[in-house]
């Protein structure tokens, strides 16, 4: 994992939040792969920060993963369109309630 992406879990989550977040995009990655990959890791409980300032904000964790390796964590609020070309990945899985899959590829 890069140091940005270290420093957005910490400013963002707390640990019990991360330990989940971890346990879940390590069930995505095993399933899906980590060449590019986006999950939706956990929905938080509320919204975290305001929903217009310049901070990352909302209810839920994205996890982006790119060439093997966690390239950043952020949240997205739910009421937004989320879908590959948000995550800008191959695979965009729904780890949460949802289970949705979306994949830029058919797989054979």
Known sequence: M???AIKRIKERL???EWKKV???TQQAANRYGT???GVVALRLEEQ???AWGNESNGDLVVVIIRNYAVHTIYLRRA???LDLSVTRTDVLVDM???GRVWL???RN
């Open 48 to 50: 975290r920060n305001r």
């Open 35 to 37: 060449v590019s990959l």
């Open 14 to 16: 707390t640990k019990e």
């Open 2 to 4: 890069n140091e940005h």
């Open 96 to 98: 949460t309630k949802s």
């Open 79 to 81: 009421s937004q369109t």
């Open 22 to 24: 971890k346990q879940t």
């Open 104 to 106: 830029k590829y058919p």
